[in-house]
């Protein structure tokens, strides 16, 4: 049983070698598109890729409108790659798995379940934290550079309920384009795995990516989050009750939440779809994303991304 991950990052630059870092921790191989960064993410994927030849890989680099479901594309060119019961990790640039997949696998999941759904915890921006790094440039990129080290105020994410993270490889599982997930891609583990994302890192990088999304937005919206566009909208009060404080070291809190789960009948008839291997008869019935056929290009002049 191996761990592909399938990662899309864009001007991420302060923060993906951290993150690679982690994944090396635990996962196999991990592929890498660049959907057109304008600072040097894609030198530092490649950095990696010459140290860690074979586990990190690039995909390539292509000024495209940012879709997660473009690791359709991804799994389809590459699922020549995969063995029947490896896992298939959708992976994001600012994010870490609190608990290796291999061991909440090994430890929390049990079949006929295939599909891990995330636990998000949204690690913050105060006011008063803006205030201190946006005055200390130095501050700023320190804490930038560690940041697990650094940021340790969040909020349990209960918003993002229904992203799926983990899919179980099955062989003859297809990719369709414009889909979130495989077709049929598994029976939902009953507990998420838990993730720590860290979207916001400095005031630059705040006012980076909102400038991005602005633009982006107007050409494909990902979610109600994609129209806050204004950065007090993203900046918490010091006092604010809902923040929490992470060690570092300890556990975070487990907060239940089983939207994520089909009504009792209905995941009744799915276990028994699954055990009876039928996915994989409609398999053959099925086409992902076309072979040959390229990301929607970024029709956005260049400039106007990174200024």
């Given at each position: ?306 200024q």
């Open positions: 049983m191996r761990f592909h991950g399938l990662l899309i990052a864009r001007d991420e630059g302060d923060i993906i070698g951290q993150t690679l870092a982690h994944l090396l921790t635990w996962c196999d191989v991990i592929h890498v598109f660049d959907s057109g960064s304008c600072d040097d993410t894609y030198d530092i994927v490649q950095s990696f890729a010459t140290r860690e030849r074979g586990r990190v890989v690039p995909f390539g680099k292509a000024r495209a409108i940012f879709s997660p479901t473009h690791r359709a594309k991804m799994f389809e060119e590459l699922r020549h790659t995969f063995e029947h019961g490896d896992w298939i990790a959708r992976l994001d640039a600012d994010e870490f798995f609190h608990i290796a997949p291999p061991v909440f696998i090994r430890e929390r999941v049990r079949w006929p379940a295939a599909r891990i759904f995330a636990r998000h915890y949204e690690f913050v921006m105060t006011r008063g934290m803006f205030a201190r790094l946006d005055g200390d440039s130095a501050a700023a990129r320190e804490f930038a550079a560690s940041v697990q080290e650094h940021s340790q105020v969040y909020v349990p994410d209960r918003s993002m309920w229904y992203e799926t993270r983990l899919v179980k490889f099955r062989r003859g599982m297809r990719w369709g384009k414009g889909q979130p997930v495989p077709f049929d891609a598994g029976l939902p583990a009953f507990e998420r795995i838990p993730i720590r994302h860290y979207r916001w890192r400095s005031p630059e990088q705040m006012r980076a990516r909102l400038r991005l999304r602005l633009v982006q937005a107007k050409l494909d919206v990902h979610g109600d989050h994609w129209m806050r566009d204004q950065l007090d909208q993203w900046l918490y009060d010091d006092e604010d009750s809902r923040l929490a404080l992470w060690d570092g070291v300890s556990d975070l809190p487990h907060f239940h939440d089983l939207r994520h789960l089909e009504n009792p009948r209905k995941r009744l008839l799915r276990n028994v779809y699954y055990r009876l291997g039928l996915p994989s008869l409609r398999d053959l019935a099925r086409a992902g994303w076309p072979v040959g056929e390229a990301f929607p290009a970024d029709p956005t002049p260049e400039p106007a991304l990174s």
